[in-house]
């Protein structure tokens, strides 16, 4: 959006915020918590929202404009922490949860057009791309399946829990995900390992890539390397092109705007930094 900024919080309110000033345009409480971020398509939000008292979850879509709900899916059976994704031409909302259940939704009505089951739950956002929709999982597995049917087209095992969002490199026909102290790199069409990368930390699982067409390296992923790096590899070989010392652990995915990325670290004054590209 131009204008507004959209988020979720653990009180279960989503908000809408003026980004030149900070202005509160709505608030709109939806459960009893929101991990999940909120994704735009056409007038509206569609977000993963928690309730407590019992341990479960709905999605939702909301008017994008005054907050008002539009329709809540059925319940879930657990938490969503996984953000949305969205087939704009067929209008499915994608969405795992913690019971290791990816989900299919009508945009329009909010009911559910299928569900797969991947062995593990699904912390990540899916990636949908070409009729095939990516998910990493805690069950050391990451996954595509066809986005029309849920039908299993692949499965890769990888030897450690994964809450990655998978990055796909389209040119290089290429998936970039981290898993225990791994990044890996994955054929998209069959799975199959072509580079991994070993790290300095155990966590490199929580770490998802950003893809830079950068002016010296070219098109290059960028994702946490290290419990204090941040690093561009070559995604079809798994080189490491260039390392950023950054000072703490990118737990999540970073941003790249006007030359610079931005990072929210896991430190302890959880820090949020810009980094400009000099070139």
């Known amino acids: 959006d131009e204008r507004l900024v959209y988020f979720g919080a653990y009180n279960g309110f989503l908000y809408a915020l003026e980004k030149d000033n900070g202005t509160l345009v709505w608030k709109t409480k939806l459960g009893d918590a929101i991990g999940s971020s909120p994704v735009l398509f056409e007038e ?28 809540k899916s059925d319940h879930l059976g657990e938490h969503p922490h996984s953000s949305p994704a969205i087939d704009t031409k067929l209008k499915i909302v994608y969405m795992g949860n913690n019971r290791g259940f990816l989900y299919a939704f009508d945009a329009a009505s909010g ?7 991947a062995g593990g739950p699904i912390k990540g956002a899916p ?43 389209v040119e290089k026909n290429r998936l970039v995900i981290g898993a225990g102290k791994f990044i890996y790199g994955l054929n998209a069409a069959t799975g199959a390992v072509e580079w991994k ?29 290290g419990a204090r790096d941040f690093c561009a590899f070559d995604a079809v070989k798994g080189k490491v092109l260039e390392r950023i010392a950054v000072g703490g652990f990118l737990s999540g995915e970073a941003r790249y ?11 302890p004054g959880g820090d949020l930094v810009r980094y400009k590209v000099r070139r």
């Open 111 to 117: 009911l559910r057009v299928w569900s797969y089951y």
């Open 44 to 71: 509206n939000i569609y977000v993963g929202v928690e309730t407590l008292a019992p341990t479960n979850g709905y999605l939702v879509k909301v008017r994008r404009s005054d907050g008002v709900l539009a329709w």
């Open 127 to 169: 990636l949908f791309h070409n009729g095939m929709v990516y998910v990493t999982t805690w069950n050391k597995a990451a996954v595509a399946v066809d986005g029309f049917t849920g039908k299993e087209l692949w499965r890769t095992e990888i030897p450690e829990f994964s809450q990655s969002s998978p990055l796909l490199i």
């Open 197 to 225: 990368q070993e790290t300095d930390f155990q966590r490199m699982g929580m770490a998802s890539a950003l893809g830079v067409r950068d002016k010296k390296l070219g098109l290059v992923s960028w994702i946490a390397c």
């Open 257 to 267: 705007f006007g030359e610079s990325f931005y990072l929210g670290l896991d430190s």
